[in-house]
């Protein structure tokens, strides 16, 4: 288990979810939207039944969430951010709560693994 950073630390801040791309991929907005690479956590393909699943598994935990945060890990400058990009994606964490993670809900629920399969 984590504990999120405070917000304006290590780039974490507050969020709406727009879209739920799959089980490790969120679209959430600030000012501009940004998809999400969810870094603590690797789901199954959305064209499979468990991406499928996973992908449901994701849209059920935003649902039950309060208040969203996202964080950027060391990205302490826009410059990083841009480098940082995979796909179209930025990675980072979703938090749902102070102590847990999207991608920690996601493999404690088995639609997701801590490392690439």
Do not use: Y
Request: glycine residues 6%; charged residues 30%; aromatic residues 4%.
């Amino acid at each position: 288990m984590s504990k999120r950073p405070e917000a304006g630390v290590s780039l974490c801040l507050p969020c709406k979810v727009e879209h739920v791309r799959d089980g490790d991929t969120v679209v959430v907005s600030l000012n501009l939207k940004w998809a999400i690479r969810l870094i603590d956590c690797w789901a199954p393909e959305v064209n499979t039944k468990e991406g499928v699943d996973a992908r449901l598994a994701a849209v059920e935990a935003l649902q039950s969430a309060d208040e969203l945060f996202v964080e950027i890990p060391n990205a302490k400058h826009v410059e990083q951010l841009l480098r940082n990009l995979t796909f179209d994606r930025i990675p980072g964490r979703l938090w749902l709560s102070d102590q847990e993670t999207l991608g920690e809900v996601m493999v404690n629920r088995g639609h997701a693994t801590r490392e690439r399969q």
